[in-house]
């Protein structure tokens, strides 16, 4: 595992995620050329969905093959189906309805409702299932070695719907869990584990914005993941903070180059 992160910060918020889809469509273009194919892990909120509207609108998609992209999610708001405040609903409008994805790779996390009912737990375990099913030979955790992993960093350092003090982020058997009693809603979310996180080649972390500034600080100075889920996000490879000037403003000056 790589903890040392890479800490990269871009003007504002706009140029941020142009930078993060550019940076993704090479990484994902460089995999399917190595590999054939390449698998991702999406993140939801404004910057995760400001990100793919970017790709979306970036003549550089062409170099992905999007036939051969395996997408999962690091969470979901458990609501029903189609639901505007679900993740995958979000990432649809903003890029997944104008690429040419296969469906069959395209794993969203289930809705309420449906065959699980209103049980996230079940839920949860449903997705664990799938995600183990995919894993190769060796996967230790039981989940794919995604490529890349992208998660959105909260005001109060969350990173998926893991949160400051809640059973989630202390999880260390499961790959994915139903939260309850989120602090922000809706309350009730399945979620991916540090566990599975970390399984990942490479995570990104973004963050935009000064309500991100503390958020920030706190995750990078060696706060522990209990009081700072993001400081427990890392990746096998690589690890990299996003961030635009006004999330970077408590950083020490050292930690990263000028911004370009």
Same mark, same amino acid.
């Given at each position: 595992?790589?903890?040392?992160?890479?800490?990269?910060? #871009?003007?504002? +918020?706009?140029?941020?995620?142009?930078?993060?889809?550019?940076?993704?469509?090479?990484?994902?273009?460089?995999?399917?050329?190595? =590999?054939?194919?390449?698998?991702?892990?999406?993140?939801?909120?404004?910057? $995760?969905?400001?990100?793919?509207?970017?790709?979306? $609108? @970036?003549?550089?998609?062409?170099?992905?093959?999007?036939? =051969?992209?395996?997408?999962?999610? $690091?969470? &979901?708001?458990?609501?029903? &189906?189609?639901?505007?405040?679900?993740?995958?609903?979000?990432?649809? &409008?903003?890029?997944?309805? #104008?690429v040419p994805?296969?469906?069959?790779?395209?794993?969203?996390?289930?809705?309420?409702?449906?065959?699980?009912?209103?049980?996230?737990?079940?839920?949860?375990?449903?997705?664990?299932?799938?995600?183990?099913?995919?894993?190769?030979?060796?996967?230790? +955790?039981?989940? +794919?070695?995604?490529?890349?992993?992208?998660?959105?960093?909260?005001?109060?350092t969350h990173?998926? @719907?893991?949160?400051?003090? #809640?059973?989630?982020?202390?999880?260390?058997?499961?790959?994915?869990?139903?939260?309850?009693?989120?602090?922000?809603?809706?309350?009730? =979310?399945? @979620?991916?584990?540090?566990?599975?996180?970390?399984?990942?080649?490479?995570?990104?972390?973004?963050?935009?914005?000064?309500?991100k500034a503390?958020?920030?600080?706190?995750?990078?100075?060696?706060?522990?993941?209990?009081?700072?889920?993001?400081?427990?996000?890392?990746?096998?490879? =690589?690890?990299?903070?996003?961030?635009?000037?006004?999330?970077?403003?408590?950083?020490?000056?050292?930690?990263?180059? +000028?911004?370009?």
């Amino acid at each position: 595992m790589t903890r040392t992160p890479q800490v990269v910060v #871009h003007h504002d +918020p706009r140029e941020m995620a142009r930078a993060a889809a550019a940076r993704l469509v090479t990484r994902i273009a460089g995999t399917q050329a190595a =590999r054939g194919t390449a698998s991702v892990v999406l993140t939801g909120g404004r910057n $995760g969905n400001g990100l793919l509207a970017a790709l979306a $609108g @970036s003549a550089t998609g062409d170099a992905v093959d999007w036939s =051969r992209l395996d997408l999962w999610w $690091g969470d &979901e708001r458990f609501l029903p &189906e189609g639901h505007p405040d679900r993740n995958v609903t979000q990432a649809t &409008e903003a890029l997944l309805a #104008h690429v040419p994805l296969d469906p069959a790779r395209v794993h969203a996390m289930p809705a309420s409702g449906g065959v699980h009912g209103d049980d996230a737990d079940a839920a949860a375990a449903a997705y664990a299932e799938e995600l183990a099913g995919a894993a190769a030979p060796g996967n230790h +955790p039981g989940v +794919p070695e995604f490529d890349v992993l992208l998660l959105g960093v909260g005001p109060d350092t969350h990173v998926a @719907s893991l949160f400051p003090e #809640h059973p989630g982020v202390q999880e260390t058997a499961r790959t994915v869990v139903g939260v309850h009693g989120a602090p922000k809603p809706p309350p009730t =979310r399945v @979620s991916l584990t540090l566990r599975a996180i970390r399984a990942a080649r490479e995570v990104w972390l973004l963050a935009a914005g000064e309500d991100k500034a503390d958020a920030v600080a706190l995750a990078l100075s060696g706060a522990g993941e209990l009081q700072a889920p993001a400081a427990g996000a890392y990746g096998t490879s =690589r690890t990299v903070w996003m961030l635009d000037t006004a999330a970077a403003g408590r950083l020490p000056r050292d930690l990263y180059p +000028p911004a370009g």
